[in-house]
Structure formats: structure tokens, C-alpha cells
């Protein structure tokens, strides 16, 4: 069985995986020409049949987005390569490593979905992949492969590569839509989605980086091939950003399936110095954290949501016994404090607010009062504090600052008390 | 309606339009969802989340915010449930922590949103025990408005108003998360006609305006409704006074005219009323041939005797009276009656001269209501530049421009504030008029796809002057061709506040009260019956009138409210007529001025009389719609002032006639003998559908515009005499908030005109028309039409109003 699928060209060719001509040689855009003797409803089919799930955060079933994509022209698909999420890393890779898959991949889907007009939106602290990219549309240009009419299909697409501003909100996908406006990058209000009226209020539809790169392989191969790899629910294989206490952190391409235990000792070497595992977060800094005791859980998306927690963006972040949770915490939400956009009252005041609040506990001027302050603040922003998160905010960057407080206050709450001078009594 | 839909709000079954907004749909059923950032008159945006409700869905119930949710049938909805509650006051919280305790300084004290929803909901004790955000105090973003960016809680309702419904986005958010702050542009200043209205929207202190800031506290303020003074627009008003002196103005939100919006005029032009240069006191000139403040008697005593004397020796038809465009109509229908029916005299006219012909202004048929453009396919401007002579009717046909999809087509000789928005512009040079009207009703060339869009109705053709060096007959002609347009209506404008309403009561050689034909001697028997007094028989209007001064013909001239030698657009007729007057010599005419100020009419007067205005008077007044509207009394007049309607019965009593004893009675004459007014009265405009005022509607004088089809001869470069909202007229220079924003003058030509003649933006050259010369500096225009040489008019240059200019090197 196959058990990779992304990072095989990058790992056999280091040097030039990210030309054109090494890609080429080794296979690439064989699946275009394939895919051009299909008819685009057909390759939506395969889509579909690969159980192919979105690789950005939420794991929305692609070819079913795909479905949603209203008639109307002119439509647009926007690749989304703002990857901000903290301990993320796996985008990067395949933007600088192999952008000519990721390139094959958008052109098969753009036929797939009838647009011809395409943007890759690629974060602003990614000036190289940027380069790589555009390097790479150059390419694909002068071959034929973008542009009018490629390969004789009649089809034309054209990519536009678009740096963004440093902005963590661009990421989530409306916000990402008013950016590439030339708004201010805010989430717009859902209803309507992209799907329906996006891009300049047309059809659009926003796939991830690592999405987008799975579609060539599923074209050559088959949905029933990728179908086949991985457990239900989580086929094909993904890219994990591996970080923090581990020996070997990275990016690791795996069958997901796995144990955590397999994961974090086996694939990331374990702990540095043999110090004890303390938690981890197991998809990006919005998700709740995991402590030992789920070591043994299998690492698949719909294991981790019964265990509360999301596989998100696939950043995976190891804190041994030495890590100060609080300062992890307030590390986390001051990342997300900073990066509201502002929008809402409750993430623009309220996060800070919680930043505010940690800073005095790890300062030592923490209040007997402060774990009921930081629990009733989060409940306004995230009300219920439950998951998945309720939010008084338009898109869920508020809730996402909530998310470690409620991780600390669930696994340490003792460790912050201790932080307190006084006796705290409440807080539970 | 089919179209409604049941909703379940709090457990109790209402109905409501399908789709409408949650937040509107439940309180126009009586439950009231707090808010800072919708506002009824722009798109929701969801920020503020004060509005969030719980709303049940396939998965429980959810969080939504009412202002962006719009209802669907048996939508469930909880406003008051624990969840809501909490979370509304989790966001009052959270606005609260970062906003400063300085209520007891900030204008928006007693009358603050975000104090009413504190009070009521707030918590005693503020949780947040550190350092507020802070910005550096208000910052100044206008010349007018200030910016606390402190105070702001950051609803981008001013945002939006400059962006969605001013056209001008001249204000922004920038910066992200909790540093987010609203700011303008670099370099940019917040210069929007239209600035006030956010001040008057933002649901705290953090816009403040110039002309209000520490004057008065709410709770301190006397208020009446009524209505804007200063174009024919008529917005609806609420004045505040504070110990007997006007403070503010605030829009009120009527479908009908301005929907809560002013212009910065409108809402700012009221200083001039307790500006130190107000007549207090009657003037009477001395045998020494200077002014001398006198009491009322003796004034009126003067008046009435040279009035006797120049009657008794050159006829009533030698007298003559100008004015009642700024009056009230009660005013404008006494002044008529004390010329026509008092002293005799046909010699009439509340028109300068700069307006249509009266014909268009007061006859058309399928005349257009404002409310008339939310139903338009297409609208066709071709008149003057909105944005700068009726600002709120540029705000309405803006909307329906971008909001309502209708097809914009806009006529003038440069860019006007609307062309942004407009579906086609077409320019033309001043004087080529007839000739493109031709073309365009032809749809030649490059004109067909505009004559296309014109055949699709409802047509509303706003039609009035471009500008006033182009003939009033290019007017008529666009009107001729305009009312065979498919569902055409027409709405003939002209700017000065009531000229509508002063020609519907008579002020007009042309014109009896109520919309009927001057020379209709059957209607003027029944008048003559009605006041128990003749009738005089059309005479002269305004030209001629000037024309009489200047030749010996007229021998007694009476103002109201009128400054000839500012506003006729024809200077050189206005010129000679007063220097005629002035300096005083024997056996020139008479002249009365009753007015507000001083100025460069009645400087040369005889007697000046000092008279109540705008805010001091109760009163009607009518639109340029027709719509009648009340105009009410807040505070008293200047020193010895009085009200106009009493001045001029004192008078009409010295001379054996009488026009009335006091407004009130007036309006109800006005009523029973001016047939298109036979339905109006104070006590309907002030109660019951009132608001939206009365159309006038009904008297039989018609007018049918003919097109003349003839355009005048001209050379090399015409003059475009456009008007601009701040000129040097006393409404602007007499209140210092608005006085510095008034332009110098210029001359605007294109860019290939410029160079032609060898000029470069900055050049002082001299201009020269048929009345004079005028030294100023050229500015460059790309929107110009070419051979055209644009100067705002009365902004302090007089060259005259001829067509043919020449620019030379000054």
C-alpha cells in the first residue's frame, strides 16, 4: 500500500523537485493530459469517491464542496497558502518543494469545476514560496500548461500568485476573499458562502495547499486507490507538522491511523533529554490540548473530535514536564489577541482582555478572582465553553484564544492556582 | 401580503415581511433588541454583536446576530433567554473596558447609547482593573468634526454612512484587533459635505462637531421640528436651542425628503442667526445720507409716506418689490398681497432671474415627488451640479444609483458628484446645448446607448440650470423633450430654500395664489373679491424690474430678503439698477430693505427693516416637490427684529389695506383663496400624517415647455457659471464654522485648453465676460468640457454671466 503520496518527488530529488523539468521527468502533468480525456463531472466523481477531506482546518469533504459551487460565471478557485496557524508548517513545504504538483493539481480542478481564473494566496512571511510559485506559473506558462487552450483542450486557465499583507485572519477564507479585494482582510458574515457568491461576489471555491496537491495523485491513480489508503474517515495520507519537546520535529507524511504514542515516540524520536510527556496540542493553537492519557487513541480526524479536540491544520506541538502551561496558554492567546482583526467586540476586547489577565497570574500579581474572571470572559466570547465552540464572534478567531484557557484550566488548573498569591477558591 | 411570514419572537406569534432583518422585524412588533452598529438606513454589518439573539435551528439553538439574519417562516426566536442576556452584556462589557469614564465632559452625555444601555444593563463595578487603551485626544479630522478615538467603539457607522450613502470614503479603519481605530486617509482630510451626518449617527462621543462641542447639555435643550431653510430640498429638521440661542440641527428620518441626512450646511448654517453683524434695529437714512437706528414708527411712518408720494406722483405701477425666495410662504403671500392688492402694483417676482422659467417651475405636469426615484428605472440629470445646490437630493439619487440598480444618466459641463455613480455622463460645453439635445433625442453615435436607457421608464428627469451662464431656454427644451420620455415625471429644480413656495403664493408677475395664472382676470375678480382690495395686472418681473431702476421707470423698490446684487446672475443689469440707488441722489428710486443683514443691495436703501427668520417664525414652507412643510418658532428674534408677516400689515395699515394680522391667520386666507393649497394647514403638517408634509397639488395655471431648438452664437470659450454649496453668500460667511471652507475663485479649464493658450495650474490670468474683469489663478480640469471656463459663482469674482469669456495673462 502506498504511504505516501505528497513528498516523494521532494525526497528523491532535493535539489530541483520544485522545477519544472524535474517534474516533467518524473511524471508530472501526466495526470493533466489524463484528465483532459475525462469530462469535468468525471473527475469531480473521483473527487468525491477519494473521500478526499479538506486539508486546511475543517475537513469538509472537497468534491462535496465542489458541489456546492453555484452555476454562474465567472467563477473562481482560490488556493489558500496563508498557512498561519502557530507549529504549522506543511504548506511551505509543498510551495517550496513541489509547486509544480500543487500547480498540476489546480489546473485539473479548475477544468473539474469550470473556472478559469484561478489565485494562490500565499502568506506575506513566505516571500520564497511566494517566489517559488510564481517561478512555477512562469513555468507552466511558457509549457503550455496555463494560459488559453492548454494542451490543445481547449480549456484556459490563468493563476495569479498574490503575496499577502502578514495577517493570521487571511487564513480563514472570506477574510482571505476581502483581501484579495483589496479590503481589509475581516471575515464576512456567512450565509452567503464563497460557494455562492465569494471572489468578487461570484461562485468561488477555496481549497488548502495540501488539498489541492492530493488531486493529481487521485486523477493517475483513482478515487477508489486513495480510498483505499488510510482509516474511514481520514483517507490518503497527511501532512503533520511535527514541533515542540520532540526529538526530531518536522514534517512527516503519514497514513493517519497511527497511535499518538507511535507518533510522538516513534515518528518524532520522543522527548528530548527523556524528560515525560506533559500534553500536546494535536491540530494548531485553536485546538484543545491532549494529555497522556489519550497517548494510546489512534490519530485520525474523527478520533480526535470524540475526544474533544480537532486535527485542524495537522500542527502537532509536544510539551514535555518542564513547559510552564500558563505561559504556554498566554503565548497562545496573545498570538491570537494580536492577530484579531477587529471586528468583533468580544475577540477584539475580549482577547486581549485574557492576555491581560494571564500576563498579571505569570507576573505573579494574579487575584484570587482571576480563574472565575477568565472563565466568565471566555464564556462571552465563547459561550457554553464547549466544543465545537459556540461564539458570539463572526468567525471562530475568538473562540480560538478561549481554547487554551480552557485546556489549562480542564488538565492544570492546580498549576495555575499556584501561580496565584492567595487563596483561590474558585474557578471550576 | 402573501409575503409575510410568521415568526415566533419570545413565545409570541407576529408576522413580518419575509426577509426582513430580525432586529427590524421584532421591533416593529414591539420587543426592542439592543444595537449599536445597525442603523434602518445602511447595510448591516455585525460588528458591534450587541443585537445577538438565539435563534432555533436543526442543531439547537444558535447565536446569530439580528441585524444580519433575516427572518423565514416559523423562524423561533429568544431575545431574552440567559444565553442572550449574558452574552449582550458580555459585549457591553467588553465596549466598556477600553472606553473612558469622561461622560461628564463628553457632548454625547444624557443622550449616549452606549451610557442608556450601561445604565440599564450594566454592571455597578468594572471587572478590568488595568490601564485603558489609549489614543491621543480628539484629533481634528475636518474642519469641522473631531475625532476621540477613545471614546469610539469602533461600529463603522460613519464609515459606512461616507462610503455607502455620501460617496465619500474619506474615513477608514486601520490598524487591527484591540490598536483598530477609525482615521482618515494621510493628507486627506475628512472634507464631506456631508460630514455632520456622522456625528449625528455615532452612537457615542468619539465624532464631535465644531459648532456644538461644549455648548449645551441634552438634558438643558429646548427642541422644535422644521424645516431647512437653505435649498429647496426642504429637509426635515429637529432644532435645539440652549438659553434662547439655536445650537444644532439634527436630519430627521422622513421617507418622504431626507431620511435623517443633512448636508453640512443645511445642519451647520445656523450661526449667521446670532452673528453680531444681525440687524437689530430699523435704519432710516438721514438728510446727512448716513443710517440712523430708529423705532419702528418712525420707520414705518417713512416708508408708508414715500410709498404715498412716489404712487401719487409716477402711478402704483412705479413700485415694485423683489423677494420672499427665503420667507416663509405666510410671509411670501403677505408681501404679495401688500404689492398687489395694497399698493397696486403687478411688479413682482421671488425669482432672480437664476432659475427656470416660472412656467417650468411652478406648471409642469407629472411633476416627480423625491420619493419618485425609489421607483425609477431611469434618471436623467440635466441640471445643476446636486451635490453642491441640493445635497440631499444628491444623497437620493445616489442611492438609487447604487442601491436600487436604476440607470443614471448625467448631463453638465464638467464632472459632477454624481458621475461616479452614473450609468453614462455626458459633457458638453455651455452654449452647445440645443444641438446636443438634438443628438441625444436622436440617439446619434456615441449618445445611442443613453437615448436607449432613457426609453426605458418610469423616467424621473431632474431638470433644472447647469449653470447660470447658459439660458433658461436649454431648460425648457430638455423638459419638452423629457415629458415624452416613457412614465416620464419631472422635477424642475432651482436652490434657493422657499422659491417654490413664494411663486405658489404669487410672488410672481405671472402668478396669482395657489398655482394660478396671473392674467386670468376671472381668477383675479375672485381674489380681488376674496381681499376686498384690487387686483393689480401682471407687470414686471425681476430683469425688468432692474431694467425699470436703471432707467427712471420703477421709483420705489421694496426687498425681502433679497441681495439683487449678489444673486442675479446677470450682473450688469444688476449694477446698473443699484447704481442708480447708490450713492442716494434726488430722484432716484425708493428703497426698502427688510432683511437680516447688511449687504450690497441695501446699502444704498432709504429704510432697512430688521425682520425675524428661519427658527423665529412660525410658518409653512414648500419644496421644490411642492410639498408643503411647517417651519416652526424656537427662539425670538435679533433686539428689535420683528416678524415679517407684522411689519408688513403695520405697513399695509399705513397705506389703508391690510394683509393680515398674523401668520396663523394668513395660512388660513392662504387656505381659502390659493387653490393648490386648499388642503393644507398648520394643524395637518404639525399633527397626524404631517411629517412627510403636503404636496400641493391642484391650481390651473399649466405651462407645456416648447424647445426654442436655437443655440446662441459663440466664440472660442464659453463660461460655466456653476454654483458651489460654500460661496460667499451670508449663510456661510456670517457663521465661522462654515465661513473658511468657502473656495476663492478660479478658473477651471481642460487641461488641452490650457495648454492651447499656454497656461500652466497655478497661472493668474484674467478673466474677462460681458459685465467685467476678474484676476484669478487657473486650475486644471480633465472633466471639463473642452472650449469651457469654469468659476464657481459668488465666490468672489463678478465678470457677469455672458456666454463668451476671454482669458488672458493677468
Known amino acids: 500500500m502506498t504511504d505516501r503520496i505528497l513528498t516523494t518527488r521532494m525526497e528523491a530529488h532535493p535539489a530541483d523537485a520544485h522545477t519544472i523539468a524535474r517534474y516533467e521527468a518524473t511524471g508530472g502533468y501526466a495526470a493533466l493530459r489524463k484528465a483532459f480525456g475525462m469530462k469535468p463531472e468525471e473527475i469531480v466523481a473521483e473527487v468525491k469517491a477519494s473521500n478526499l477531506r479538506g486539508r486546511g482546518g ?98 484556459t486557465l490563468d493563476v495569479t500568485v498574490h503575496l499577502g499583507a502578514g495577517a493570521y485572519i487571511c487564513g480563514e477564507e472570506t477574510a482571505m476573499l476581502n483581501s484579495l479585494e483589496g479590503k481589509r482582510g475581516e471575515p464576512r458574515i456567512k450565509p452567503p458562502f464563497p460557494a455562492v457568491a465569494g471572489l468578487y461576489a461570484k461562485p468561488t471555491i477555496v481549497n488548502n495547499v495540501e488539498t489541492i496537491s492530493n488531486v493529481p495523485w487521485i486523477v493517475s491513480n483513482g478515487g477508489a486507490a486513495y480510498n483505499a489508503i488510510g482509516p474511514e474517515g481520514s483517507r490518503g495520507t497527511r501532512l503533520l507538522s511535527l514541533s515542540g519537546h520532540v526529538v526530531k520535529p518536522g514534517n512527516y507524511e503519514i497514513v493517519m491511523g497511527m497511535s499518538w504514542r507511535d507518533l510522538i515516540f516513534g515518528i518524532g524520536g520522543g522527548i528530548p533529554g527523556g524528560k515525560a510527556l506533559k500534553c500536546w496540542i494535536p491540530g494548531g493553537a485553536s485546538a484543545p490540548w491532549f494529555t497522556p492519557e489519550v497517548l494510546d487513541e489512534p490519530v485520525t480526524l474523527d478520533d480526535i473530535a470524540r475526544l474533544g479536540s480537532m486535527a485542524g491544520s495537522g500542527a502537532v506541538v509536544v510539551m514535555d514536564e518542564t513547559t510552564n502551561v500558563v505561559e504556554a496558554a498566554l503565548s497562545i492567546v496573545r498570538f491570537f489577541a494580536h492577530e484579531s482583526c477587529g471586528q468583533c467586540t468580544p475577540c477584539r476586547e475580549g482577547a486581549s482582555w485574557l492576555q491581560r489577565i494571564l500576563e498579571r497570574i505569570v507576573t505573579g500579581q494574579g487575584r484570587p478572582s482571576d480563574l472565575d474572571l477568565l472563565l466568565d470572559v471566555s464564556d462571552n466570547i465563547s459561550p457554553g465553553l464547549r466544543w465545537p465552540p459556540a461564539m458570539t464572534t463572526i468567525c471562530p478567531l475568538g473562540p480560538s484564544a478561549v481554547s487554551p484557557i480552557t485546556s489549562i484550566m480542564k488538565h492544570f488548573r492546580d498549576e495555575i492556582v499556584a501561580m496565584i498569591p492567595g487563596e483561590v477558591t474558585a474557578g471550576v | 401580503m402573501s409575503d409575510r411570514v410568521k415568526i415566533i419572537v419570545d413565545g409570541r406569534e407576529v408576522t413580518s415581511p419575509s426577509g426582513e432583518l430580525l432586529i427590524k422585524a421584532a421591533e416593529e412588533n414591539g420587543t426592542y433588541i439592543p444595537r449599536f452598529c445597525w442603523h434602518s438606513r445602511m447595510k448591516p454589518v455585525g460588528m458591534c454583536r450587541m443585537c445577538l439573539v438565539e435563534v432555533e435551528g436543526p442543531r439547537g439553538k444558535v447565536l446569530v446576530t439580528s441585524c444580519t439574519t433575516p427572518v423565514v417562516e416559523g423562524m423561533i426566536v429568544h431575545t431574552r433567554s440567559d444565553v442572550v442576556k449574558k452574552a449582550q452584556e458580555g459585549v457591553l462589557e467588553f465596549l466598556l473596558i477600553n472606553h473612558p469614564l469622561d461622560c461628564p465632559v463628553c457632548d454625547k452625555g444624557g443622550e449616549c447609547p452606549l451610557q442608556d444601555q450601561t445604565l440599564a444593563h450594566g454592571p455597578g463595578e468594572s471587572r478590568f482593573v488595568e490601564e485603558k487603551r489609549h489614543f491621543e485626544k480628539p484629533i481634528p479630522i475636518s474642519d469641522l468634526v473631531l475625532l476621540d478615538r477613545e471614546r469610539c467603539i469602533l461600529c463603522a457607522r460613519c464609515t459606512r454612512f461616507s462610503d455607502e450613502i455620501s460617496g465619500d470614503p474619506l474615513i477608514e479603519f486601520i490598524d487591527r484587533g484591540n490598536h483598530t481605530q477609525i482615521n482618515t486617509f494621510p493628507d486627506e482630510p475628512f472634507s464631506s459635505y456631508f460630514s455632520g451626518n456622522t456625528v449625528q449617527i455615532c452612537p457615542v462621543g468619539a465624532l464631535t462637531a465644531t459648532p456644538y462641542r461644549f455648548k449645551a447639555r441634552p438634558w438643558d435643550l429646548e427642541a422644535v421640528e422644521s424645516t431647512c431653510p437653505h435649498c429647496s430640498v426642504g429637509c426635515r429638521v429637529s432644532v435645539h436651542a440652549s438659553q434662547n440661542q439655536v445650537v444644532r440641527l439634527i436630519g430627521v428620518d422622513v421617507d418622504a425628503t431626507n431620511q435623517g441626512w443633512l448636508c453640512d450646511k443645511g445642519r451647520f448654517g445656523f450661526e449667521y442667526l446670532r452673528s453680531p453683524e444681525r440687524l437689530s434695529s430699523p435704519l432710516l437714512r438721514g438728510d446727512d445720507g448716513e443710517f440712523h437706528e430708529v423705532g419702528w414708527a418712525e420707520a414705518l411712518d417713512a416708508v408708508a409716506t414715500r410709498l404715498r408720494s412716489v404712487i401719487a406722483e409716477k402711478g402704483p405701477a412705479s413700485v415694485a418689490g423683489l423677494g420672499g425666495a427665503r ?116 440617439g446619434e453615435g456615441d449618445l445611442a446607448e443613453v437615448r436607449a436607457a432613457l426609453d426605458q421608464g418610469p423616467v424621473v428627469a431632474i431638470i433644472g440650470r447647469t449653470g447660470l451662464a447658459e439660458s433658461a431656454d436649454l431648460a425648457e427644451a430638455v423638459a419638452a423633450f423629457a415629458r415624452g420620455l416613457p412614465e416620464a415625471r419631472l422635477l424642475p429644480v432651482a436652490r434657493r430654500g422657499n422659491v417654490f413656495g413664494a411663486l405658489d403664493m404669487g410672488m410672481s408677475p405671472h402668478l396669482l395664489p395657489g398655482r394660478v395664472a396671473a392674467d386670468d382676470a376671472t381668477a383675479r375678480s375672485t381674489l380681488a373679491a376674496a381681499w376686498g382690495a384690487g387686483v393689480a395686472a401682471p407687470g414686471r418681473d425681476a430683469s425688468g424690474i432692474l431694467a425699470g431702476m436703471a432707467n427712471g421707470s420703477i421709483g420705489a423698490v421694496l426687498l425681502l430678503g433679497s441681495d439683487p446684487l449678489a444673486d442675479h446672475p446677470d450682473q450688469k443689469v444688476a449694477t446698473e439698477a443699484f447704481a442708480a440707488v447708490s450713492p442716494p441722489v434726488g430722484g432716484r428710486p425708493f428703497l426698502v430693505s427688510l432683511d437680516i443683514f447688511r449687504n450690497r443691495s441695501n446699502e444704498g436703501a432709504d429704510v432697512i427693516l430688521p425682520v425675524d427668520t428661519f427658527t423665529e417664525v412660525e410658518g409653512t414652507v414648500t419644496n421644490l416637490e411642492g410639498r408643503a412643510q411647517k417651519t416652526n418658532r424656537l427662539v425670538p428674534g435679533v433686539g428689535a427684529s420683528r416678524p415679517t408677516v407684522e411689519v408688513l400689515e403695520d405697513l399695509a395699515i399705513r397705506l389703508g389695506g391690510s394683509v393680515g394680522s398674523s401668520a396663523a391667520a394668513i395660512a388660513k386666507e392662504i387656505a381659502a383663496v390659493a387653490p393648490a393649497y386648499a388642503a393644507v394647514s398648520w394643524d395637518a403638517l404639525d399633527w397626524g400624517t404631517g411629517r412627510d408634509g403636503i404636496v400641493a397639488a391642484g391650481g390651473s395655471f399649466a405651462h407645456t415647455p416648447t424647445a426654442t431648438g436655437k443655440d446662441p452664437a459663440i466664440g472660442d470659450l464659453t463660461l460655466h457659471l456653476g454654483r458651489v454649496l460654500y460661496d460667499k453668500g451670508t449663510v456661510v460667511t456670517a457663521g465661522p464654522s462654515l465661513a473658511m471652507l468657502a473656495p476663492s475663485a478660479a478658473a477651471h479649464l481642460h487641461p488641452e485648453d490650457a495648454a492651447r493658450l499656454g497656461f500652466s495650474a497655478g497661472d493668474r490670468v484674467t478673466v474677462t465676460g460681458n459685465a467685467g474683469s476678474a484676476a484669478m489663478p487657473v486650475v486644471l480640469d480633465p472633466t471639463l468640457a473642452k472650449g469651457t471656463v469654469y468659476i464657481p459663482f459668488n465666490t468672489g469674482a463678478t465678470i457677469g454671466n455672458g456666454l463668451d469669456v476671454k482669458v488672458e495673462r493677468a
Open chain 2, 327 to 442: 420667507s416663509t410662504n405666510e410671509e411670501a403671500y403677505a408681501f404679495a398681497k401688500l404689492l398687489r392688492g395694497v399698493i397696486g402694483t403687478g411688479n413682482l417676482d421671488a425669482s432672480l432671474g437664476d432659475d427656470p422659467g416660472v412656467g417650468l417651475l411652478v406648471g409642469t405636469n407629472a411633476r416627480a415627488t423625491i420619493d419618485d426615484l425609489e421607483r425609477a428605472k431611469t434618471i436623467l440629470v440635466w441640471g445643476p451640479d446636486l451635490k453642491e445646490e441640493l445635497p440631499v437630493l444628491y444623497l437620493r439619487v445616489r442611492r438609487a444609483a447604487t442601491a436600487l440598480g436604476t440607470t443614471l444618466i448625467v448631463v453638465h459641463p464638467r464632472a459632477t458628484g454624481l458621475d461616479r455613480d452614473a450609468t453614462h455622463t455626458v459633457r458638453y460645453r455651455p452654449g452647445v446645448g440645443a444641438a446636443l439635445l438634438r443628438r441625444l433625442a436622436a
Open chain 1, 58 to 155: 475543517a475537513g469538509f469533504p472537497t468534491g462535496v464542496k465542489w458541489g456546492f459551487l453555484a452555476p454562474s460565471t465567472p467563477r473562481y478557485l482560490v488556493v489558500n497558502a496563508d498557512e498561519s496557524e502557530p507549529g504549522t508548517f506543511k504548506d511551505r513545504q509543498l510551495l517550496e518543494r513541489d509547486p509544480h504538483q500543487l500547480l498540476e493539481g489546480i489546473v485539473i480542478s479548475a477544468f473539474a469545476i469550470a473556472v478559469n481564473r484561478a489565485f494562490v494566496y500565499i502568506r506575506g512571511e513566505y516571500p520564497r514560496s511566494a517566489r517559488r510559485m510564481q517561478q512555477a506559473v512562469d513555468e507552466a506558462y511558457a509549457a503550455g500548461y496555463l494560459g488559453k487552450d492548454i494542451l490543445g483542450s481547449g480549456f
